[in-house]
């Protein structure tokens, strides 16, 4: 009876405390898979056939449900757990947002359809919507949560939590924040470099490899900058902290990094990630491994989740309030009820369950590389 009550025993501060972490795991999660957008940008870079293409569109092919499965769990695990959020930026940054689902419906209908037969669109349009779906879906996506740093343009009533947005141009003034583009371009880039050490792992064709290698290095010195700019940056920043006993929200110089130096384990899991990242390039650069993306990929999922726990933890608004500092958001304030995050605690329990049956239906998947012979005999390819 009382291992029934686990979550029951809990504080509504410790709920909240776990539901961020799991946020933050589904957010790196996304980031990571985020390698099919990616992929998608490079299709003609990579692909200089016909037959190249289609080896390339259909390896990604395999995975782009993985993606959009996790980016809609991701947005219906914050809206269950920190609704406010949800209402706050969904409901008045909406023309981002907007733009965002556009481009992952356009995903969905060109792998539909791109191959099949008397498609008057053409496939090359088809293409061209895989392309806006891995440019503007990246780009977007990183430029909304550098917004977690930077602040945005909302206020809300404080009695009855109604939030209003305070521009005309409904979230899309956060693109002219430089600190939030340049967050947008990392994640661009590091997509695709994601996107290129997949590739190089599941296709079995010399001639992409080679250029694989090549578009390699001219993607990672881009992501490179703009990460190290974004969080060098970051940590000389005023951060929003929040008073633990009165809630109330106040500028602080070098807040990022006092939460950085202030959070040790969450320091060690930054260093990791960057680890992995630099030693999955290295790999695939200089020794010509196809098992970088796990590396690399493992040093996002970490790195990622720092960055959510930066924006969160150690009494900081994770969205905060640029029009009125009291109408930030934090963990604290915008969450569901107790009762609702214990319900919720206990469905998370079957997240090891799903992770166990993608890893394997992924293993499954690609167990063996996608090579020319294969796109001639097979009878299903997108």
Sequence with gaps: MEGNKMFESLSHAALQDYWWVIISLLGSLLVFLMFVQGGQTLIYTLGKTETERKMIVNTLGRKWEFTFTTLVTFGGAFFASFPLFYSTSFGGAYWVWMIILFAFVIQAVAYEFRSKPRNFLGQKTYEIFLFINGAIGTILIGTA???????SMFSRDLVTNFSRWETPFYGLEAALNVQNVSLGLAVFFLARVLGILYIMNSI??????????KQLFYNAVPFLVFFLFFVIRLMFLEGFAVDPETGMVTMEAYKYLHNLLGMPVVLVMFLAGVILVLWGLYLAL???STKGIWYTGAGTVLAVMVLFFLAGFNNTSF???????????????SSSSHYTLTV???VSLFVPVVVVYIFFAWKSINVKKIDESEMESSSHTY
């Design 204 to 213: 079995e064709s010399v001639p992409i490899m080679a250029r694989s290698r």
């Design 319 to 333: 969205y905060p309030s640029v029009f009125d500092l009291q109408h930030s958001l934090t963990i604290r304030n």
């Design 344 to 346: 919720m605690s206990y």
């Design 286 to 288: 200089l020794k010509a």
């Design 145 to 151: 949560v550098g917004t977690f740093f930077t602040g």
